[in-house]
């Protein structure tokens, strides 16, 4: 079987395994845990902020992140797929008490016009006020998607201005950093606090992080440990992202170039696909999937008439072609 339902199903190396089984630990709710504090350090260094907070899902971070800069009665504007919105399950409200509005765009982007006539101003006790502005980068249910920096640049400049805060979804920013050789720290500049994934693309099998002021990372660790989020010898983890990290970013070019194959066999156009995750629309979604199943490749729906292909870590370049060829014949 060649799975290509998500970047998530990628299994640690051998060479991670063995990372994992010499890392220094120590109890990380007691602040003692080096390789965890040697993660975060360094992840915050990435992308120019001061500080970062290991927790073990990207969900978790997303909310700790949004939670940092949107109260309970405000709201987060964001894409109308993003996952913060689809894919967390009402989080966001449950926990935070916060609300969403949406604007829609097919490829995820930021659109700015639309999003500055959604913007609510806070006007007193009348209506809801906005507190923060969010993007995923890359954008998964748009099909990987990256958003342009000059884009992110003008968001940033806008929100300053109206004074709200920019939440970024970086679940797969190494993505977007390796096709487009944009430096993690001009993605970090654009927001005030992030989110980033060691468990998607960089293959590591439990992990990500919150990004953001020293103060916003102290409070969201009271948060964590109160959301259930309070990991102890969690060192053996932090150390599968440092590998990670040192191993599996480069490398995400070879997904994408396997994105592109894929892409051309279902007749999309590989040059609207640009990292490692491709949307088919077919109206027979489920059929295709089943079909597909029965020749060996397992892809999953993402709505009633769209399936989603992801390649990843473990999915070589004879893997894709053998699946494009499946997928194309079909
Ligand atoms: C863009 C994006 N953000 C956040 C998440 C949440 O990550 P997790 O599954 O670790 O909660 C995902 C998961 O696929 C994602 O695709």
Sequence with gaps: MIDLRSDTLTRPTDEMRAAMARAEVGDDVYGEDPTVAALEERV??????????????????????????????QEVLCEASAHIARAELGAHGAYTGLTMRTWIHPRGQVDLPTIQTIFAPDMGPFFVPTAAI???????????????LADLRDLRE??????????????????????????????GAVADVMSVCLSKGLGAPVGSLMIGSRDAIAEARVWRKRMGGGMRQVGILAAAGLHALDHHVA?????????????????VDPATVDTNIVVVHRSDAADFVARARDEGVVISTVGPTAVRLVTHLDVTREDAEKAAAVLGAL
């Design 44 to 73: 915050a260094g990435m992308f120019g902020h001061e500080a970062a907070l290991f927790t073990p899902t990207g969900s978790m971070a997303n909310v700790l992140a949004v939670r940092s800069v949107v109260n309970a009665g």
């Design 134 to 148: 969010s993007v995923e980068n890359t954008h998964n249910f748009a099909g990987g998607a990256v958003l342009p």
């Design 251 to 267: 490398r995400l070019a070879d997904d994408h170039a396997h994105a592109k194959l894929l892409a051309e066999a279902c007749g």
């Design 158 to 187: 806008y929100a300053t201005g109206v004074g709200v805060r920019v939440h970024m979804d970086g679940a797969r920013i190494w993505n977007a950093h390796v096709a487009t050789g944009t430096p993690f720290e001009e993605y």
